[in-house]
């Protein structure tokens, strides 16, 4: 079994610094660099990059709604002929600086509230998938599993990963459990590694509703599995996840285009 381990990355944002992307980065195989929608600048980006280039991994475009203030964590009546811009532009940023390391982009992920809304609107998430195949049709487009973005994208003829978490809980339809509710995040290290080895190894996992467990279970059939960058333990916790998928078997590498 080879599953891809990817963070997001690259979300500081010029004085302020946000989690530890060089401390991150030997345990993963892939990376989603913010593009400055959410988080991120041009310095951030183009250092982000140059780290991910010395590491060997395969970098994504990290794609949100223009949202700074919000982390790209708060929704937003966007049409879908904005989202296709607003992507567009996004991935054109990136690959400016990933074409000068003599790199090639390797994949797209939406973050935040814009991933969320591409899970279920079938519109919006066309026109992310329209988007990622206008830029390059060889590229990967990552979304949640089971979602209308891989969808949308394998309907286009694009090749597309679908994403779990280590560290958030699941409805019993495959939904996140949305961040304002008690219990979406797993802070606990051993839980959420725990959570990501089920998840690798094919085990149904308990879904939360209202903070706790509702007797149900999902199964979450993933080709990634996400680590926050944002966290203030992400380097330990990567580490942690890779060798704990390693010691059950698991191997450890990005996704094939």
Not at 35 to 45: E, K, L, S, Y
């Amino acid at each position: 079994m080879i599953i891809d381990l990817n963070c997001d990355m690259g979300e500081s944002f010029g004085a302020w610094k946000m989690g530890d992307d060089a401390g991150v980065m030997p345990s993963v195989s892939s990376v989603n660099i913010a593009c400055g929608f959410h988080a991120g600048d041009f310095m951030t980006m183009q250092r982000t990059v140059i780290l991910a280039a010395e590491h060997q991994v395969a970098i994504g475009a990290h794609v949100s709604l223009p949202d700074l203030q919000g982390f790209g964590r708060r929704e937003m009546a966007i049409s879908p002929v904005e989202a296709h811009a607003a992507t567009l532009y996004q991935i054109g940023a990136l690959a400016a600086f990933v074409h000068a390391q003599g790199q090639r982009l390797h994949h797209v992920k939406p973050h935040g509230a814009l991933y969320n809304m591409a899970a279920k609107d079938a519109k919006l998430a066309e026109a992310i998938a329209n988007a990622v195949r206008d830029f390059d049709p060889q590229l990967i487009l990552v979304g949640l599993a089971g979602s209308e973005l891989p969808h949308a994208g394998a309907q286009l003829g694009l090749v597309v990963a679908h994403e779990a978490f280590a560290d958030r809980r699941y409805r019993a339809d495959g939904s996140l459990v949305p961040r304002k509710e008690a219990g979406a995040v797993i802070h606990d290290v051993d839980a959420a590694v725990s959570q990501a080895v089920r998840i690798a190894t094919g085990e149904r996992l308990e879904s939360y509703r209202n903070g706790q467990p509702d007797g149900q279970l999902v199964e979450v059939r993933a080709d990634t599995i996400c680590v926050h960058g944002d966290r203030d333990d992400a380097a330990r916790f990567a580490q942690r996840l890779n060798e704990a998928l390693q010691n059950a078997g698991v191997g450890i590498g990005r996704i094939a285009s």
